[in-house]
């Protein structure tokens, strides 16, 4: 005899794929999110400081820290999928 399939869809299967869309987005956003903040940071610093070169910085550090935590995501979607 055949063996019969199970067309039935599993349980969660569309909000699994929401989650993974979702995470997709946030991976989009998170070096322009961490510029963004280490701009920010920066500008205040300059203004206390009194200086006009530490929102470079920041921006720097905002964009190594975004790509950092991407390459932290892919890896645990890697391990994942395993």
């Given amino acids: 005899m055949a063996e019969e399939q199970d067309n039935t869809p599993k349980k969660g299967g569309a909000n699994q794929d929401l989650v993974k869309a979702e995470s997709m987005v946030q ?31 920041g921006i720097l550090m905002g964009a190594v820290a975004g790509f950092i935590q991407i390459c932290r995501t892919a890896a645990g979607y890697l391990r994942s999928n395993k």
């Fill in 27 to 57: 991976l989009a956003l998170m070096i322009p999110a961490g510029c963004a903040i280490g701009w920010v940071a920066g500008s205040l610093m300059d203004k206390w400081l009194g200086t006009h070169w530490i929102y470079v910085v």
